[in-house]
Structure formats: structure tokens, C-alpha cells
């Protein structure tokens, strides 16, 4: 767009019965304005004493997003805020607010999560097949990012006196797991519980890539196995 051109436009020239038209359309209509998709998830930063934008006018903008079908809307308040943020943790707000959505969205899943993930259960498959060629010495064994325990079930129906602990950050997918299995809630961006120290045996089947720190966590995980263990990452 040649913005120097635009102010060499006639206006005589415009349209005026078709701008208004178009105005109307845009701004005097009873219907919701579609703005955004239904399932956006939409973060706000509001600050409560605003210099420049007047409370009404957020009032009425965050209204008018609601009307649009927006459900999953978060307002965040600011204190002390004028127009500029000033000594605020933004990134800290903004990254606890996606953190929440995405545990949230994996809670939603994990109901029927069964049904789309036909790619997962075959390298589950794979998995338990490596296993099988491995000598693993006694110790503990943990399926990180276990869902709702496609691997550590396979790896538990081939090897029927072995307990595999399931770790998960998402408490509706642990819950989804088999009656009676070793659970353990946790977040592995924070690298591994303690319960998960000196294992012989770790797996991880499509869960890495979700991480902040893959790498890190990989390290991690490689660091925290007993002398002879073996990783298994997919």
C-alpha cells in the first residue's frame, strides 16, 4: 500500500452513497460481530486506572467480545497502571495464562482422547517391542507424559510383574488411566520428581515436544537414570 499516493486521491471521486452503506454494515446491525473464531482463547490486560482509555469504552469492548461468542475470554487487571505498564511482570502473565490453557485443554481431551491417537498407540507398540530386546536390570520404571497410559498399559501386559509409574500434568488424564495405577501429577517443564531419581527404566511417547525445554528436559531426564538405564523417547 503507497500510503504517499492515497493523499493525492480526489475525494469528489468517492463513493459516498457505498461508504455509508458499508459503515452501516459494519456498525449498525443487531448481530453479533464475528470478530474472531468461537474457539479463540483471548487474553486481556486491563488496567483499572487507565489515563487515556476511559473504563466504559474497555466496559463496552470486552461486551461486544462476549457478544461475538467468545466464551474463553481471561481479564487480567493491572494495578496502578496508566496507559504505559510500568515495573510489571508481563511475560510472567502472559506465560501463566497460556500454561492454564494449556493444562485446561488437556483436561477437555482427555475424555476422548482414545479416539485420536492412532499414532501414539503404534509406536506404543514399537516401543514395548524394543523393550522386549533390552536386558533392563530391577528398578523402576516411568512413562513420562503418560496420557491416559496407552504405553505404560502395554508395556505392563508384556511384562506382568513390572508397575509402571504414569506421570502426567494433567489430573483428568491420569484419572483416565487403569484402576489401581501408580499416578504422579506433576509438570516436567519442571524436570523430574524425585520419585523418578535413579530409574532403570524411562519412556516417553509424544510428550517431549509439548515441553518449553526440550532439550533440557531430554538432559534431564538422560542424567537421571540409574547407572545402566536405558531412556526411551519417541
Not at 120 to 129: A, D, M, S
Not at 150 to 178: G, H
Amino acid at each position: 500500500l503507497n500510503f504517499k499516493n492515497l493523499l493525492n486521491i480526489n475525494l469528489k471521486l468517492i463513493n459516498r452513497s457505498l461508504l455509508l452503506t458499508d459503515f452501516d454494515k459494519l456498525f449498525i446491525t443487531d448481530k453479533p460481530k464475528k470478530l474472531f473464531s468461537d474457539d479463540i482463547n483471548l487474553l486481556i490486560l486491563k488496567s483499572q486506572k487507565d489515563m487515556i482509555v476511559k473504563e466504559e469504552a474497555s466496559n463496552d469492548f470486552i461486551k461486544m467480545l462476549r457478544q461475538s461468542e467468545i466464551s474463553k475470554i481471561k481479564i487480567i487487571e493491572l494495578e496502578n497502571q496508566g496507559h504505559v505498564t510500568n515495573q510489571i511482570k508481563l511475560f510472567e502473565i502472559v506465560k501463566n495464562w497460556l500454561d492454564e490453557w494449556h493444562e485446561t485443554n488437556f483436561d477437555n481431551a482427555a475424555n476422548h482422547y482414545s479416539y485420536h491417537s492412532s499414532i501414539q498407540k503404534h509406536f506404543c507398540y514399537e516401543i514395548v517391542l524394543l523393550i522386549e530386546k533390552l536386558s533392563i536390570k530391577n528398578g523402576k520404571w516411568f512413562d513420562l507424559g503418560s496420557g491416559i497410559g496407552f504405553l505404560a498399559d502395554e508395556i505392563e501386559k508384556q511384562f506382568p510383574k513390572k508397575n509402571v509409574c504414569r506421570i502426567d500434568f494433567s489430573k483428568k488424564m491420569l484419572i483416565n488411566n487403569k484402576k489401581n495405577s501408580k499416578t504422579i501429577l506433576w509438570d516436567l517443564n519442571k524436570g523430574l520428581p524425585i520419585e523418578a531419581s535413579r530409574s532403570t527404566l524411562l519412556v516417553s511417547n509424544f510428550c517431549l515436544h509439548w515441553l518449553i525445554e526440550p532439550k533440557l528436559a531430554l538432559k534431564d531426564w538422560f542424567f537421571k537414570l540409574d547407572e545402566g538405564g536405558f531412556l526411551i523417547v519417541c
